[in-house]
């Protein structure tokens, strides 16, 4: 049984609304008949679903931590595009390349990561930019190949915001984005769901490894109000889930190495790469989004299956 | 006496309450002043040993770039910039083994750049 029929199966089981699974009336409902779940009160709502991908670190060169340094990523891109269903959208939340002193460099290795990410088969892809990226030159080069540092989108009933926390090297959202932010939530209902998107987490996850966000609070506190607010982000290389009053904040795995757990061994550094258990530690996430009950169910997924 | 006030008076005037109060500090006999080299990518000393209940004076200074200096278990943080001396002050006030780090992206070694305070009865 597939991931997929799995969960199709667990939501046919599942208390609430009725679900269409593969298969079943299909017909009646046409193209669309995945994404829609009939609620308790009988009316239609959107469900859908992204791919969370984080901390490519495109050039990155450390046989020791992965020796599968230019394939890990192709990889994963095959393993997206060989999911059953295709996501209705691709995110990669930052550290698309790893860093360099050198501009020209720095060009090439996002140009080359472009490139194969343009190999999706999903043609929506989000990006953002991480500290590798975009913190020597404050997103000037980011900016040339990818647009604008921080933005929003709607998705089915989803704000997203991409929110970013890296370009300025003291690591702050910044007064002027923080502004923009404000602005933004404004024109939303209290009730609106939203959906953050950052590089790094928005509160002091281990800040002895830098793992934090300088000027959180404030954002924390200009998003506190609205009712349904979650953050998918990276940086930290591994799984993690954390609550700021009712906000929830889930932490991608690397595509390129692991990171120790907070606090867990003397220096931040690389977990070696295991030979018996290729890519161990790797992975990607589906989240699936019910809108209606702004509700995200994470699936962790391998680089490779077997 | 008089003359003492009047320079007080004058250096206050030029350098604002908080700017004497610290350039007064700086010569306390009681603090124990540590100096820290900062560069790509590492602290120097990477490892420091002070004693519980005793002021420190952190002497911090870079030697390629501007990056920061994080130790987050006593609220001390600075940025360490080229060219001048970061002064942190704190007393310890629990013993045990505490991290600080770099926390302005310096490059592709930034990761690594921390050290360990060591903080003793």
Known sequence: MSDFDRRDFLRLAG?????FASGLRAGVLGEGWRNQTIGNDGTATEEFYFVQL??????FDGPKVNPEARGTLKKAITAVNSLEKQPDFVVFTGDLTHTTDDPKVRRE???EFREIAGQLKVKTVRFMAGEHDASLDRGEAYQELFGDLHYTFDHKGVHFMVLDNV??????????????????????????????????????????WDWATRDA???????????NVTVFYGHIHQEHHHMTGHIAHHAAKSLMFPLPAPGSAPKRMPVPWDPAVPYKGLGFREVEAEVKKAKYEITELPVTRG | MKRTIIVLLALTAALGTAKLTA??????????????????FEFTPGEITVKKGEPVVLELTSEDRTHGFNLPDFGVRTEV???????????????????????????????DMSGTLVVTE
């Open chain 1, 54 to 59: 984080s901390d490519t670190h495109w050039g």
């Open chain 1, 15 to 19: 208390i609430g609304g009725v679900v």
């Open chain 2, 81 to 111: 910039k080229p060219g001048t001396i970061s002064r942190v002050r704190f007393t310890p006030d629990k013993p045990g083994k505490f991290g600080f780090a770099c926390d302005v992206f310096c490059g592709s070694g930034h990761e």
């Open chain 2, 23 to 40: 350039a007064l500090k700086v010569t306390s006999a009681t603090e124990k002043v540590i100096r820290l080299k900062a560069k790509k």
């Open chain 1, 167 to 208: 370009s300025d090297p003291e690591v702050v959202i910044g007064e002027a984005q923080l502004k923009w932010l404000q602005a933004d939530l404004r024109q939303l209902k209290r009730d609106t769901p939203i959906v953050a998107l950052t590089h790094r987490p928005l509160f002091d996850l281990y800040p002895q």
């Open chain 1, 217 to 227: 609070a404030a954002v924390i506190d200009v998003l506190t109000p609205y009712q």
């Open chain 1, 109 to 111: 290795r996002m140009a």
